[in-house]
């Protein structure tokens, strides 16, 4: 009989393997773009299926840095896709009642893959609740994990993100701008009241709410307001720092939204507008763009999110049914 252990090798090799046939193609259509200060980004391709790329719309992206691959989480269509390092599509999973309405999704070290769900709420038809539901890599529902110590002024708390970093679960909701940090087993240990740092009033806080959302490897939060068209970094002892400027010319922000960050602590941001990704190094000084408007090869339409991988890849996802493009990143 063959063991679990044996059955999850077998498929990460599958994983690995699918695509293979076709990566040629997909790596031939990259182009290189300006570059600026030694970083450079060109584009390699979209995420895809043996029939082509996948026309995807608003779709969250996270990478298993260990695995090297790609879950997409698609909360219109209830799933999370998998790819491989080679952007190729090895497995899917959803439709699953015991998952719930999927909105976010993270992989642990250990594989285990981690859902932002929401499932009914016992306080009537309307009313959902949150939960983070624990998966094998099957995308079977091994239980879930329930948020516990909420501060005051969370209670309706109703995270729209989710980021897993060194073991520490980071739920935000892009609404309410409020972020809190728990350990794996739901016990909260921080919690931020951005508007309140921002010093924003309700209806600023209405008028916008957060573009982007991650964590780099300090700990520091970093996060987008489109309104404000700026973008901050938040140290974990509370140092607020904002950057970038609006405007049109390379280096400004036209509508600022997803924003990711590497392992140098770059910080790479996406204008949804100018339809370009702004690199910024680690004193977030503006390095370089890559991307541009349209549709031919390393053409963005309406890009609303990224992620970042240890390996140098910068995943953007679009909306308009432009799916993932995929960017190799460098440092000269």
């Given at each position: 009989m063959t063991s679990p252990a044996q059955k999850t090798s077998a498929l990460r090799t599958l994983?690995?393997?699918?695509?293979?046939?076709?990566?040629?193609?997909?790596?031939?259509?990259?182009?290189?773009?300006?570059?600026?200060?030694?970083?450079?980004?060109?584009?390699?391709?979209?995420?895809?299926?043996?029939?082509?790329?996948?026309?995807?719309?608003?779709?969250?992206?996270?990478?298993?840095?260990?695995?090297?691959?790609?879950?997409?989480?698609?909360?219109?269509?209830?799933?999370?896709?998998?790819?491989?390092?080679?952007?190729?599509?090895?497995?899917?999973?959803?439709?699953?009642?015991?998952?719930?309405?999927?909105?976010?999704?993270?992989?642990?070290?250990?594989?285990?893959?981690?859902?932002?769900?929401?499932?009914?709420?016992?306080?009537?038809?309307?009313?959902?609740?949150?939960?983070?539901?624990?998966?094998?890599?099957?995308g079977e529902p091994l239980g879930r994990i329930e948020m516990s110590g909420l501060p005051e002024g969370f209670e309706r708390f109703g995270p729209s993100r989710l980021v897993l970093r060194d073991g520490v679960i980071y739920l935000a909701s892009e609404g309410s701008m409020r972020v809190v940090a728990a350990d794996g087993q739901g016990s909260v240990q921080r919690s931020w009241n951005l508007p309140a740092l921002l010093e924003m009033t309700e209806q600023e806080i209405a008028d916008t709410g957060l573009g982007g959302f991650a964590v780099d490897a300090d700990g520091s939060l970093l996060f987008t307001v489109p309104a404000t068209a700026k973008a901050y970094r938040l140290s974990p002892a509370g140092a607020l720092e904002s950057f970038g400027k609006r405007g049109s010319a390379p280096g400004r922000f036209g509508v600022v939204n997803g924003v990711g960050v590497d392992a140098q602590g770059n910080a790479y941001v996406v204008d949804t507008l100018r339809c370009v990704v702004?690199?910024?190094?680690?004193?977030?000084?503006?390095?370089?763009?890559?991307?541009?408007?349209?549709?031919?090869?390393?053409?963005?339409?309406?890009?609303?999110?990224?992620?970042?991988?240890?390996?140098?890849?910068?995943?953007?996802?679009?909306?308009?049914?432009?799916?993932?493009?995929?960017?190799?990143?460098?440092?000269?």
């Open positions: 994983r690995h393997c699918a695509g293979v046939l076709v990566v040629g193609i997909l790596w031939a259509c990259g182009i290189a773009t300006t570059a600026q200060a030694g970083l450079t980004g060109s584009f390699l391709y979209n995420l895809a299926g043996f029939t082509g790329p996948i026309l995807f719309s608003g779709v969250r992206v996270a990478v298993d840095e260990k695995t090297r691959e790609v879950y997409v989480c698609d909360p219109t269509q209830g799933s999370v896709i998998l790819f491989n390092e080679q952007g190729m599509e090895v497995f899917r999973f959803g439709d699953d009642e015991r998952l719930g309405q999927v909105y976010d999704v993270a992989v642990q070290d250990d594989g285990t893959i981690l859902l932002l769900s929401y499932f009914p709420s016992e306080r009537g038809m309307n009313d959902r609740d949150f939960s983070i539901v624990r998966c094998n890599f099957r702004l690199a910024f190094d680690r004193s977030l000084k503006f390095v370089t763009e890559f991307g541009h408007r349209g549709g031919g090869p390393g053409g963005l339409v309406a890009p609303i999110g990224v992620a970042v991988a240890s390996w140098g890849r910068v995943y953007v996802s679009q909306n308009a049914r432009r799916g993932v493009s995929v960017f190799q990143v460098a440092v000269n």
